[in-house]
């Protein structure tokens, strides 16, 4: 962005190095990654593609990313699938590879980041959430079967020349130790930060993403809990130069009233993450008005009782859709009551009972890389509150609760 920030890059690097690579600047595009598997007969097909919720600048490992892509057209979808298969077949590749693009949201225009000919960090993450099994099919494909002949071990039968179909939403997020280490710059940039990561399914992206939230915080009241607390000031300079609490900075502006134009601004996160991020906010906002009524001497139960008892069962299930969790929903309405950690315990375990009493339950669902299209003894299962009924269980007799 300036000569300060170039000085910063460049002198390490001629430190270890006689020359350096300096590039045109996409800072703010859209990252975007398609897998792709080619055989020696040119059978090719992309297996997935994964967006990046944060703009290009960001590295891909210290970014959320989200599988399928959320924000591109079909338009830009087709265009980046087809660049994809003839950049496999042009280079002529045999099995695996990862395709990275930088596709500008004003217009059509993309650029190839780089082309991985072989099994990445993001093709682990490509094979857990579309649920084909890229390391085996490859491994086959290299030793000379093509896609045609081998069969989908998932599914058993459909064959691997077969594009996985999603019907839910996986998310990738990066976890950090920065506080281990003193000094420590928390800015995001082209250098990985990130110490390891954890994935969440669910039938939405909110839900998706506050699985993951509570999963990467060991926090039961995730998204909710972890608020950002400096200025305006602050939060303008985190969303401009994003650090590990990015997520949480951008929760934060939506609770202050800041609109989504003002954030894609200022972040360069698209408007379909921001939008999906402020319905959130809202909810909980929503959430937390019930907690006015609630009287601080009453037993946590009772409070909970008193303060959710009249929700009706469409509501219960617009939140959980939304992701938010029983402990969740009990911290923001007891927000401000001077409930310790076991009160609040109680009154999760009184949210489920009124949860249930209008019969909303999580559902289980496979992943089966064809949607349901067909039957599989797939046992990859994921369990979500957007759905109306499980999907057949495998019968191997094994006991799930």
């Given amino acids: 962005n300036n000569d300060e920030e170039l000085k910063a890059l460049v002198v390490p690097a001629l430190a270890s190095s006689p020359q350096v690579l300096v590039e045109k600047s996409l800072k703010g595009w859209k990252e975007v990654e398609y897998e792709v598997m080619r055989d020696s007969e040119g059978n090719t097909i992309t297996i997935c593609n994964m967006e990046n919720f944060d703009p290009l600048g960001i590295h891909t490992g210290d970014s959320i990313v989200v599988c399928p892509s959320q924000s591109l057209s079909d338009d830009e979808y087709q265009m ?117 990561e954890v994935m969440a399914i669910g039938r939405s992206f ?87 009524a609630a009287n601080p001497s009453d037993r946590p139960d009772l409070m909970i009782l008193f303060a959710l008892g009249k929700v009706n069962a469409e509501t219960w299930k617009r939140w959980k859709i939304q992701g938010f969790g029983d402990e969740q929903i009990a911290g923001l309405v007891l927000k401000g009551k001077g409930m310790n950690a076991d009160a609040l315990c109680k009154a999760s375990f009184a949210v489920r009972k009124l949860r249930l009493e209008h019969n909303v339950r999580p559902v289980v669902k496979k992943i089966d890389t064809t949607a349901g299209e067909y039957p599989s003894p797939s046992n990859y299962l994921y369990m979500t509150y957007g759905g109306s009924f499980s999907d057949p269980l495998p019968e191997d007799n094994k006991v799930f609760s």
């Fill in 206 to 292: 909110p839900e998706a993403l506050q699985k993951a939230t509570r999963m990467v915080t060991e926090h039961a009241e995730g998204l909710s809990a972890m608020r950002f607390k400096g200025s305006d000031e602050e939060l303008k300079a985190e969303l401009n130069s994003p650090t590990d609490k990015r997520l949480f900075a951008v929760a934060e502006a939506f609770r202050r009233g800041w609109t989504i134009d003002h954030l894609r601004e200022l972040s360069s996160i698209d408007l379909w993450f921001l939008s999906n991020l402020r319905g959130m906010i809202l909810t909980e906002t929503e959430i937390a008005k019930y907690g006015e």
């Fill in 80 to 196: 980046l699938r087809n660049a994809a298969i003839k950049i496999v077949n042009s280079l002529g590749i045999v099995g695996e590879c990862n395709v990275q693009y930088a596709l500008d949201p004003h217009s059509l225009n993309f650029y190839i980041i780089e082309v991985n000919a072989r099994l990445s960090r993001s093709s682990a993450l490509a094979s857990k959430a579309s649920g084909y099994p890229i390391a085996y099919i490859a491994a086959k494909v290299v030793l000379g079967y093509d896609l045609l002949e081998l069969k989908n071990p998932v599914t058993g039968i459909t064959c691997a020349f077969f594009e996985p179909a999603l019907d839910y939403i996986t998310i990738k997020f990066p976890r950090w130790d920065l506080l281990k280490f003193q000094g420590v710059d928390r800015h995001l940039g082209s250098t990985m930060k990130s110490v390891g």
